[in-house]
């Protein structure tokens, strides 16, 4: 019996040329996913045009102390941005670990992809920005 299996696929960020087509090469699957999630929480409100709901709010929370209130407070806003905005992605489980020596939050993102049983992991650095 035939399965009809759905697969993602992206441009690559560094426009390189497929060396087979001339066209811009992509990524696929697990690879277009991972970047679709890091796209959407280092993406602020307002910041794309014509798309101003697109994006995760969570720099606003970088500049408040690190407390294990502020940890949580960046796990929802984490879940909250991709399942509203990355249609591909499940979380399964979001970890929150300050990384005080060098003022920054590595968030480590445990999901699923919605047509594979495989669960991926992607870790996303925040830092503040001025």
Do not use: H
């Not at 408040?64 to 509203?84: F, G, H, K, N, Y």
């Not at 300050?98 to 003022?103: L, R």
Request: glycine residues 4%; aromatic residues 8%; contains cysteine.
């Amino acid at each position: 019996m035939a399965t009809n299996k759905k697969s993602y696929a992206d441009l690559s960020f560094d426009f390189t040329a497929n060396p087979q087509t001339g066209d811009v090469a992509t990524v696929k699957d697990a690879v277009s996913v991972k970047r679709g999630i890091k796209n959407v929480l280092l993406t602020a409100p307002f910041e794309r045009l014509f798309q101003p709901e697109v994006g995760s709010g969570i720099k606003n929370i970088l500049f408040e102390p690190m407390t294990p209130l502020t940890e949580q407070r960046l796990s929802d806003a984490c879940r909250d941005a991709i399942d509203a905005w990355e249609k591909r992605a499940s979380v399964i489980d979001i970890t929150v670990i300050p990384e005080e020596d060098y003022n920054r939050y590595r968030v480590a993102i445990k999901f699923s992809i919605n047509n594979s049983l495989i669960t991926e992991e992607v870790d996303v650095f925040l830092n503040r920005e001025r």
